[in-house]
């Protein structure tokens, strides 16, 4: 999922709740258009939080000991 898919769902959760005058019986066109509008706009903050969290710098260093083991560090710097 991605910012098109959660602006489709808001784009039709939003025409189902404002401008959609049929009924369905036993089913709120209006409410079932307010949920999606919502349901995309969580899309929507979800994939902006999550594509902009990898943001920083990542270190790896080898450090190699006089026995010959290694270890590794890693190291992270947000910006």
């Known amino acids: 999922m991605g910012y098109g ?3 489709f769902l808001l ?4 025409i189902l709740a404002l401008a959609v005058q049929d009924r369905v019986e036993a089913v709120d066109l209006t409410m079932v258009g307010w949920i999606m ?6 899309v929507i903050l979800l994939t902006a939080l999550t594509l902009n969290r990898g943001g920083g710098a990542r270190t790896r260093t080898t450090v190699t000991n006089s026995d010959g083991t290694q270890s590794v560090r890693d190291s992270r710097t947000d910006i």
């Not at 784009?11 to 939003?14: A, C, K, S």
């Not at 509008?37 to 969580?42: K, M, S, T, Y």
């Open 5 to 7: 898919f959660g602006g």
């Open 11 to 14: 784009v039709v959760g939003l």
């Open 37 to 42: 509008a919502g349901v995309g706009l969580v």
